[in-house]
Structures are given as structure tokens and as C-alpha cells.
T-cell receptor, first 113, second 118 residues
Framework: QKEVEQDPGPLSVPEGAIVSLNCTYSNSAFQYFMWYRQYSRKGPELLMYTYSSGNKEDGRFTAQVDKSSKYISLFIRDSQPSDSATYLCAMKNRGSTLGRLYFGRGTQLTVWP | DAGVIQSPRHEVTEMGQEVTLRCKPISGHDYLFWYRQTMMRGLELLIYFNNNVPIDDSGMPEDRFSAKMPNASFSTLKIQPSEPRDSAVYFC????????????????FGPGTRLTVL
């Protein structure tokens, strides 16, 4: 079993829909949670990050962490065609000697007009 | 800053040939990572360096793969001999241990090298 599990999709939604992307993990030492966005034929870029449990909102994007369930989510409100990309969750230990991130496989999202 | 630079962007080679991928990290970054991405397995960490020293190479699939970082501004990933199952997109990423998002160690990815082994 991988440390981070993510449904690869693909997920296809109409413009304006609310999108929910999720990851589960098994390592209770993970403290830092991130979402990277990867456009086609590009490298991933950091989209949002959250420490420990709770919610964080940035415009149309909301990241949630539920450490008791080992479950993280990314919500996209009023989705736009420009949101079409692959979304990868990533996690890190607090005590880790920096650097190492554990990535999910990524969920491919298409938002059609 | 130009970001992480990788070359070549595309590589097509025949089975058995040696392949060398190159990476120039962002100036001042002290961590460098090599990843491989496929549809089946997603993004896999192969090896990472801190201050030019390899820290964890447990993701390197086998002895055919080797990586070096001779200085802070250059790294190579070599596959010898290459096999069709090595076909993937290889990413290099770098990060800085004490950036504004220090605890998250944001990784900055290059555009990737798309490798096809025939």
C-alpha cells in the first residue's frame, strides 16, 4: 500500500460545478499537506498548503485536512475551463529532514464549457 | 530567475543506448530532486540531493540508473542501458530549506524530459 492514495479519475465536470478532490494517507506523522496543480506537458506547481488539521481558503479553492480520518480534500467552486489540469496531493513529516514530499498519483480534471 | 531548467525536453532512443538527462536548479536552492512520472505509477521520487550530496536513492529502480550532482548548479540522471519500460517523463525539482514557506519546502519543478525508449 502506498503512503498516499489518490483516485486518478479522470473527472469531467461542466463549467460552474463544484469539484471535490481527495486523498487518503496512512502515515500519522504527516503534518504538512499540499496540493500541486499540473497542466498538460508542464511540471507541477504548488497551489495550496495547510498545516495539520483545518481548512484554508484561497479564492475559489478550499483545502481541508481531517487528521483523525487521514483524509484531505481540495474543493474548487465555480470551476472554470482553465482549472482543467491534474491535481496532486503531497504530504510531509514534521520531523523529516526537509525536502522529501510524498505525492499522490494525481487526479485528472476536465472542466468543459 | 529562469526557474529549473531541464534538457533535453524530448529524447527518443533505442533500447540498450545510454541516456543522460540534465538539470540546472534554481540558483540558491540547496535541495534537488529527480522524479519519474507515468500514467500507471504517477509521480515517483527517484533520488534527492542536499548540498550536492545524495540523501536518499531508494527510489532508483535498479543499477541501470545513476545520478550525480557535481556542483550546486548542475545534476545528471543517467540510464545505461535503457529499456522500453524506462519510457516516462522525468522531472527535476529544487527547493530551498529556509524559504518563506520553509516548513512546506515548496518544490519548484522543471518542464520535464519526455523519454521514449524504442
Amino acid at each position: 500500500q502506498k503512503e498516499v492514495e489518490q483516485d486518478p479519475g479522470p473527472l469531467s465536470v461542466p463549467e460552474g460545478a463544484i469539484v471535490s478532490l481527495n486523498c487518503t494517507y496512512s502515515n500519522s506523522a504527516f503534518q504538512y499537506f499540499m496540493w500541486y496543480r499540473q497542466y498538460s506537458r508542464k511540471g507541477p506547481e504548488l497551489l495550496m498548503y495547510t498545516y495539520s488539521s483545518g481548512n484554508k481558503e484561497d479564492g475559489r479553492f478550499t483545502a481541508q485536512v481531517d487528521k483523525s480520518s487521514k483524509y484531505i480534500s481540495l474543493f474548487i467552486r465555480d470551476s472554470q475551463p482553465s482549472d482543467s489540469a491534474t491535481y496532486l496531493c503531497a504530504m510531509k513529516n514534521r520531523g523529516s529532514t526537509l525536502g522529501r514530499l510524498y505525492f499522490g498519483r494525481g487526479t485528472q480534471l476536465t472542466v468543459w464549457p | 530567475d529562469a526557474g529549473v531548467i531541464q534538457s533535453p525536453r524530448h529524447e527518443v532512443t533505442e533500447m540498450g543506448q545510454e541516456v543522460t538527462l540534465r538539470c540546472k536548479p534554481i540558483s540558491g536552492h540547496d535541495y534537488l530532486f529527480w522524479y519519474r512520472q507515468t500514467m500507471m505509477r504517477g509521480l515517483e521520487l527517484l533520488i534527492y540531493f542536499n548540498n550536492n550530496v545524495p540523501i536518499d536513492d531508494s527510489g532508483m529502480p535498479e543499477d541501470r540508473f545513476s545520478a550525480k550532482m557535481p556542483n550546486a548548479s548542475f545534476s545528471t540522471l543517467k540510464i545505461q542501458p535503457s529499456e522500453p519500460r524506462d519510457s516516462a517523463v522525468y522531472f527535476c525539482a529544487s527547493s530551498f530549506a529556509t524559504s518563506g514557506r520553509a516548513s512546506y519546502n515548496e518544490q519548484f519543478f522543471g518542464p520535464g524530459t519526455r523519454l521514449t525508449v524504442l
